[in-house]
């Protein structure tokens, strides 16, 4: 563990000075974090105006601008995409080199994952804060949501890069699995509330998306610092669900990379 410590330390402190170099590249990924919730709060305000309780799934406008802001902080916190590279590294052979480094090559995706979001955060904080201004988001949090919903957060951001992880590893069986990451995200999106809230969804899609692991990364750690939408008995259930996904998720990891390092082979790199 020490070693895995002193080297994710390490590629945390080469791919910060790597973001920093493409500021660009990193403005414009940023700019697509917030304009996919903002169109959706936009749309999703509009339908809860025309209709007859000016609510959609018991927010009014007010409770979606907070839901929406809070996805949008939610979602940056907590994304991960690697699937969109692990492929790239088997095809190529680049995973030949990290399999010789005394660390797992996950840790230098962990340091991707945090430099990024580091980095990024000073063209999103003002952002989010022009958003809450414009949109007057109305909360309802006490101090037990907020302390819960920043556990939440991190164990949510914990469970969408083990997954995701996992998904990637399929890049042992298949050439290019761009294809399963836009299925992968398309799930994070409607079954993890970030499309819409859960409960606006039809019923069997709703029943669907709380046994899921989805719901768990971005919509329940959303409801907890909104506030008046979960009491302390569905936070600490949520909890745990996160826990049982997370060690789920470690579990297929340890299976899946295992068999596909045997599958593995590589002619350059």
Excluded at 30 to 49: C, E
Excluded at 112 to 120: C, G, H, I, P, Q
Excluded at 157 to 162: D, S, Y
Aim: proline share 5%; charged share 10%.
């Amino acid at each position: 563990m020490k070693a895995s410590m002193r080297a994710l330390g390490a590629h945390l402190r080469a791919h910060l000075a790597v973001m920093m170099h493409y500021r660009g590249e990193v403005l414009l990924w940023s700019i697509w974090g917030i304009v996919n919730p903002a169109v959706l709060y936009a749309m999703w305000s509009a339908a809860a105006g025309g209709s007859a309780s000016h609510e959609i799934a018991g927010y009014d406008r007010g409770g979606l601008a907070a839901y929406f802001l809070i996805m949008m902080i939610v979602g940056h916190l907590t994304g991960a995409w690697d699937v969109y590279q692990m492929g790239f590294f088997v095809r190529t052979g680049a995973l030949s080199p990290m399999l010789l480094q005394p660390a797992l090559p996950m840790w230098r995706s962990v340091a991707e994952n945090l430099a990024y979001k580091v980095v990024t955060l000073m063209f999103t904080i003002p952002v989010w804060i022009i958003f809450a201004w414009v949109v007057t988001p109305h909360f309802q949090p006490t101090a037990w949501s907020i302390l819960l919903g920043v556990i939440a957060l991190t164990l949510g951001a914990i469970l969408a890069f083990v997954l995701c992880y996992v998904v990637s590893l399929f890049a042992f069986w298949a050439p290019k699995i761009d294809a399963l990451g836009e299925v992968y995200f398309g799930l994070c999106m409607f079954l993890g509330g970030r499309f819409a809230p859960v409960e606006a969804l039809p019923k069997p899609i709703e029943s669907l998306a709380r046994i899921m692991p989805f719901k768990w990364m971005y919509e329940f750690p959303t409801e907890l610092f909104i506030g008046g939408r979960l009491t302390p008995t569905d936070a600490c259930i949520g909890l745990l669900i996160q826990c049982g996904w997370i060690a789920v998720s470690i579990a297929a990891f340890r299976i899946t990379w295992a068999a596909g390092l045997k599958r593995y082979t590589a002619v350059s790199g």
